[in-house]
């Protein structure tokens, strides 16, 4: 395993995860970190390791990503706006099936492939979550779960883990995110005029189309319902959006 699909692998799990927390309630040290500038120096450290074709594709859109002045405090700004976008009237739909299958009757069996796909994988969302796992911050943090195994399985010399993993990102990407992300990130940009989610939506978009050719997805396909057990590598991943390992 050459230091250059390591690398390649670390960069687009810290994306993944970057861009989950981004999209996730909004938690005071995110709000520090977007203040102080480490936010965007983690993503521009990420992108320095990333595929080229991600660094063409997402650089400009980074370069847009600014901090703008605020009457109030960023914590509060970020959290008004995320309860206006994702809460309240919700202007954004940042669930899976509000897309794919918005009837009542239909949603419940999306939200259960989606569930479905995370353990065959052997993870869960905690029961303190109080969230669906069809959230577009916890699908982008199982890609994060996913592109982290890889890693973790190109380190250790387990090629056919490094297989697996990249199928099931394949499988994940083309089943699921590129199903409905790009729509969710136009409707985003249409509903927010506040620069974070504003630059959110661009990179998000551009990492999508980046990704969708690194892993050689091509369009969207029918959602599967696997149930084959599939053995993964355990290197105690810690997520951000409630996404645990079913066994320690």
């Not at 699909?5 to 309630?25: D, F, H, K, T």
């Not at 400009?60 to 109030?72: G, I, S, Y």
Request: glycine residues 4%; hydrophobic residues 40%; proline residues 6%.
């Amino acid at each position: 395993m050459t230091d250059k699909q390591i690398e390649n692998g670390r960069s687009r799990a810290m994306i993944y995860s970057m861009l989950a927390q981004s999209l996730w309630w909004p938690t005071e040290p995110l709000c520090i970190a977007i203040e102080d500038g480490t936010f965007h120096r983690f993503l521009r450290s990420a992108l320095a390791d990333a595929p080229k074709r991600h660094r063409r594709t997402m650089v400009p859109e980074v370069d847009k990503f600014t901090l703008l002045p605020d009457a109030q405090p960023f914590f509060a700004s970020l959290t008004i706006e995320y309860t206006k976008l994702f809460s309240l009237d919700l202007n954004c739909p940042h669930y899976e099936a509000d897309y794919l299958a918005p009837d009542p009757n239909n949603s419940v069996h999306m939200i259960a492939a989606v569930a479905n796909v995370y353990s065959i994988f052997g993870m869960h969302l905690a029961e303190n979550t109080r969230e669906r796992p069809d959230h577009i911050a916890v699908e982008l943090d199982f890609m994060n779960f996913l592109s982290s195994k890889e890693v973790y399985a190109r380190e250790n010399c387990q090629e056919e883990n490094v297989k697996l993993c990249r199928q099931a990102q394949a499988f994940f990407l083309k089943a699921h995110l590129l199903c409905w992300g790009n729509r969710f990130t136009q409707i985003l940009r249409s509903a927010t005029s506040f620069w974070f989610y504003q630059g959110i939506a661009g990179l998000l978009a551009s990492f999508l189309e980046a990704e969708a050719k690194y892993l050689r997805v091509q369009t969207p396909a029918p959602l599967l319902s696997a149930r084959s057990s599939v053995p993964m590598p355990n290197n105690g991943l810690v997520t951000i959006t409630g996404l645990r390992q079913t066994h320690s």
